[in-house]
């Protein structure tokens, strides 16, 4: 069974920087797209940011011009760097691997807290 490895949490002060890093336990292919989820107490799952195979990128609205994801999606490696942190941006960050004609595989989460 695959497992995502996250890594990187934690407690920042608002302003403060964080980086995520997220590796597959085994090789996966056919993965499309690697990214970033974050879920906040009593609201849904939400996308921060997406790596696509050719380097395309996609982020939430609110992440934007803060957050950089980067990574290789064919070694199933990636990275979220997040500056400028805000109380806004504390939730459970999870990993995503997209596979073509295949369920996603998901990490177990981890803890960023952003507060003073």
């Known amino acids: 069974q695959v497992q995502l490895v996250e890594s990187g949490g934690g407690l920042v002060q608002p302003g403060g920087s964080l980086r995520l890093s997220c590796a597959a336990s085994e090789r996966v292919f056919s993965v499309y797209a690697m990214g970033w989820y974050r879920q906040s107490p009593g609201k849904e799952r939400e996308l921060v940011a997406t790596?696509?195979?050719?380097?395309?990128?996609n982020y939430a609205d609110s992440v934007k011009g803060r957050f950089t994801i980067s990574g290789d999606v064919a070694e199933n490696t990636v990275h979220l760097q997040m500056n400028s942190l805000t109380p806004e941006d504390t939730a459970v960050y999870y990993c995503?691997?997209?596979?073509?004609?295949?369920?996603?595989?998901w990490g177990q989460g981890t803890q960023v807290t952003v507060s003073s």
């Open positions: 790596l696509g195979t050719v380097g395309i990128t």
């Open positions: 995503n691997i997209k596979v073509a004609g295949w369920m996603d595989y």
